[in-house]
């Protein structure tokens, strides 16, 4: 009796620890959780009570965050490998810069839709009508969106400078239209857009809708009709090595991206754009024929519609009578010059990423935990979760590999790619490290623009020299581009939307689906076997860990571009596994293209052969003058039912070559025209008798890509002409006969003069010397996140400098309350020459590096409490067990 009295008291004890240790625990976790329900008050922007413009503005803002948001934490919680889409996405993903004027145009876009919904439901009582908004309600819509600084004209410096080196975003170029080529601007538009409703929906946006009496085709459907080809049936191109292929890609990064919308889903009612197979906006999925072989089970891809550029489309709407709207527009988040950004980038955030401010010789910096045989590889961008970029597979975390930073984010979307960017970040190098040894006054500033401005030319020299004759054939290089005559104010540079979203994309049709990689005799490495092409994309760690630049170089240099065939468009590499790291979908890079014509109101292939001076092709016959392939002609009629009804990007893809050209009629006279503009209207151009001297053009002249290739690799035997493919030894001459510039013409003589001596540097900031009138002029700049104070420019007179050097002075970026630089859920905090977005544990900083998303584990703190209070818990019950026990 008296152990089953004692069993019966050991398990009333029990019961009661038990109690005990679950209050605890319920105490533990409203600890942990309370906040979280504090945070939910004020973690999104509230209502507020002002006027019901700015009301609804602010209710914009909610809806773009809130799809902001859900994206990065649907994002963060996929740690396993990125899906195709994903991929996409990052590659799309534009600078800080570009994004912030991507979400103050879609919270512009935003807020007008919401007005026409209140007006609509309210038309009796209506307050807003869309057409009669006075000009303080516009500007108060302009700026609380954030749209009106990136409405308004820049400042443009009036400085000696200004016409020495070129803005890093592009501006001011043209003194009279200053946003003229400049970054974050809307792409040029040669034909009127074609928009369902007039002004912003897509072609193909409503089922309904009739092209000439008929639907237009899905865009996949044309993938599998016309363009797409087995890898084994791809024909070689004969004349040009795989490196034309790369630079057209190259370059193409330059002068145009195009980014898509922030949200990946839909503003009303926050559908996930990758879930559903609905048009709503920014949503524009890509939808399916039957029985695809691409997918199985699944209706559509996901697709993002372009960024809107401010005050276009359904805002523009807002600012008169509908009619007479401004229809969207899309942006350019680079500058439309041949000016290196892929080196230097298009934004003063980005280019001060890229420097190396350490050093005295103008460097931009190189990464600092790899080397390839000593020459340097691009730095690594900060890494992010999820991580775009593949592993090596077995690598542990402290191998890991990032994604490379250049002044271009898709640098790292494939090894040949990255190849090209790498070479251009050692020849700045060498370039500024022989600059500062020929003129050791220049001032670091000075050397990374004098480097900037050379390398900026060989990218011009490069491409219209070498390139464009290739691509458009003699006659129709005559024909468009001709010699060059001058800087013409009157052209307008900016990159066409045709150009961007069409004509330049036939570079897609010579992509060959493998890569090759081959050792010093040019043959197949034994180590280094052929990649299928869906083997290298986000893969930077093949460069770093299996062989370097070299072997890569060798094969873009001894191998063919595949060749674009009318029956051959496209390979499976990129219709059936675009952005393939793992078995989680994939994508069709035709159909992208297809799908962002559409999406663009790209006026079809008719319109734009009109406009190009052609004859309009009404029949399947005319259509036949044109296609030569008639099986393609007759799968064309079959789909499109009408002429007029074809993409414009099909159309041209699959015209006949003109002579010795690797485009048809059309897409020669876009690129032609287009490449005529950017040399013509570009102020900075090589060949403009201001920008370098005779001597220094002479010399620049000489540069070739393949002098470039001697300079930054081991490579000791190149072809004269790095685009003509040719065989090893034969067609290859030595880097010893490979001409290149005399860096002495850069050479200046340097007085130095007792009455001002030599200038005092300036923290945070750095001068350029200026001839003006024969005299000394400096001219100081601060490095970004900094302001200038004092004069900007200061002269050497007979009794010294006119005036003291400026000092530059920390922004305090956190005080912008208008458009604060981290989102309500962060805490702003300034930094020295920056600032920082900080996130309570356990949310952590998105994707955009300024809104705060949940991590999806305890705060770091509760998990402290927990495990301190269970061993309270545990030693109080235990001591309670041991008192009861003994007693």
């Not at 990946?264 to 939808?287: H, M, R, S, V, Y």
Request: with cysteine; charged share 20%.
């Amino acid at each position: 009796m008296r152990i089953n009295h004692h069993c019966r008291d050991q398990q009333g004890v029990r019961m009661k620890a038990l109690a005990v240790l679950g209050i605890t625990m319920i105490l533990a976790c409203t600890g942990i959780f309370y906040p979280f329900i504090l945070r939910g008050k004020d973690f999104f922007w509230g209502k507020t009570e002002k006027s019901h413009v700015i009301s609804i503005l602010e209710e914009s803002k909610l809806m773009v965050d809130n799809a902001i948001y859900n994206t990065m934490e649907r994002n963060l919680k996929k740690r396993e490998i990125n899906s195709p889409a994903q991929l996409l996405s990052f590659s799309k993903l534009p600078e800080p810069t570009s994004r912030a004027i991507s979400r103050a145009a879609e919270i512009m876009e935003t807020s007008v839709q919401m007005m026409k919904r209140k007006v609509y439901l309210n038309l009796k009582q209506s307050q807003l009508p869309t057409d009669a908004l006075s000009e303080d309600l516009l500007n108060t819509i302009a700026n609380i969106s954030g749209c009106l600084p990136y409405m308004l004209p820049p400042k443009c410096p009036n400085s000696c400078l200004a016409s020495k080196y070129r803005l890093i975003t592009g501006a001011c170029n043209n003194r009279d239209h200053p946003r003229w080529g400049a970054s974050n601007t809307a792409l040029a538009r040669w034909l009127p857009p074609v928009y369902e409703d007039g002004i912003s929906q897509p072609k193909g946006w409503n089922h309904n809708f009739l092209y000439n009496g008929f639907p237009l085709p899905l865009v996949r459907e044309v993938t599998r009709q016309v363009i797409q080809v087995s890898n084994e049936a791809v024909t070689e191109d004969d004349q040009y090595s795989d490196l034309l292929m790369v630079w057209g890609q190259y370059i193409d990064h330059d002068i145009a991206f195009t980014p898509q919308s922030t949200s990946k889903a839909a503003f009303w009612g926050g559908i996930d754009c990758q879930l559903t197979c609905e048009n709503q906006n920014p949503c524009f999925p890509i939808q399916l024929p039957l029985n695809d072989s691409l997918t199985t089970g699944i209706e559509c891809l996901p697709f993002y519609r372009s960024s809107a550029a401010c005050s276009t489309g359904d805002q523009g709407a807002v600012f008169g009578n509908l009619s007479e709207s401004n229809p969207r527009q899309q942006m350019n988040g680079l500058t439309s010059f041949l000016d290196a950004s892929t080196v230097y980038g298009s934004s003063p955030a980005l280019e001060k990423k890229l420097r190396n401010w350490t050093s005295e010789e103008g460097l931009l910096r190189v990464n600092g935990r790899y080397r390839d045989a000593g020459r340097a590889y691009l730095p690594f961008a900060p890494r992010r979760e999820p991580s775009p970029c593949a592993q090596e597979p077995g690598a542990d975390g402290a191998d890991h590999v990032e994604c490379f930073l250049a002044g271009d984010g898709r640098a790292s979307e494939v090894i040949s790619l990255t190849a090209v960017h790498t070479l251009w970040l050692r020849e700045h190098n060498r370039l500024a490290a022989a600059l500062k040894a020929l003129n050791a006054h220049w001032s670091a500033d000075t050397v990374y623009q004098e480097a900037r401005k050379i390398v900026g030319a060989l990218h011009q020299i490069v491409t219209i020299r070498d390139y464009i004759p290739k691509i458009l054939g003699p006659k129709a290089f005559q024909q468009y581009v001709g010699l060059y005559e001058g800087y013409d104010s009157t052209v307008n540079p900016t990159v066409s939307n045709v150009f961007s979203t069409a004509a330049f994309r036939f570079g897609h049709a010579t992509v060959h689906p493998q890569v090759r990689r081959l050792d010093a005799n040019f043959q197949e490495h034994p180590d280094l076997p052929r990649l299928q092409l869906h083997d290298v994309f986000f893969s930077p760690w093949r460069l770093i860990k299996e062989g370097g630049l070299d072997p890569l170089v060798r094969g873009l240099l001894a191998r063919s571009a595949k060749l674009q065939v009318q029956d051959q468009l496209m390979n499976e590499e990129l219709t059936e596994k675009l952005f393939v790291l793992s078995n989680s979908g994939t994508l069709d890079l035709a159909s992208l293209n297809l799908q962002r014509g559409r999406d663009h109101g790209l006026p079809g292939y008719n319109e734009w052969r009109e406009f190009c001076g052609l004859p309009r092709l009404e029949t399947p016959a005319d259509l036949s003058t044109a296609i030569s392939n008639r099986s393609i002609v007759e799968k064309i009629m079959d789909l499109y039912k009408h002429p007029d009804n074809i993409d414009v990007w099909l159309g041209g893809l699959a015209e006949n070559f003109l002579p010795r050209a690797r485009t048809g009629p059309l897409f020669a006279c876009i690129i032609g025209k287009q490449m005529k503009a950017l040399r013509e209207g570009d102020r900075f151009w090589w060949e403009n008798n201001h920008i370098f001297t005779e001597a220094q053009r002479h010399e620049l002249a000489k540069h070739s890509l393949s002098r470039i290739i001697c300079d930054n690799t081991g490579l000791s035997r190149v072809p004269v002409d790095a685009f003509q493919v040719g065989k090893f030894p034969q067609n290859f001459e030595s880097c010893e006969n490979i001409l290149g510039m005399n860096l002495e013409v850069w050479r200046e003589i340097f007085h130095q003069d007792d009455k001002c001596g030599f200038p005092d540097k300036v923290d945070n900031g750095d001068f350029v010397y200026c001839d003006e009138s024969g005299k000394r002029v400096l001219v100081y700049s601060c490095h970004h996140g900094y302001e200038l104070q004092g004069q900007e420019q200061i002269t050497c007179t007979d009794k010294g400098w006119d005036f003291k050097p400026p000092i530059c002075k920390d922004i305090n970026e956190c005080k912008d309350l208008m458009n604060p630089p981290c989102h309500r859920s962060a805490e702003c905090k300034n930094t020295k020459g920056s600032f920082q977005c900080l996130c309570t544990d356990p949310y952590i900083l998105g994707e955009d590096e300024r809104t705060c998303v949940d991590s999806g584990r305890l705060p770091k703190a509760s998990l402290v409490s927990i495990v301190l209070g269970a061993l309270l818990v545990s030693g109080l019950a235990t001591l309670t067990w041991t008192v009861i026990c003994r007693w």
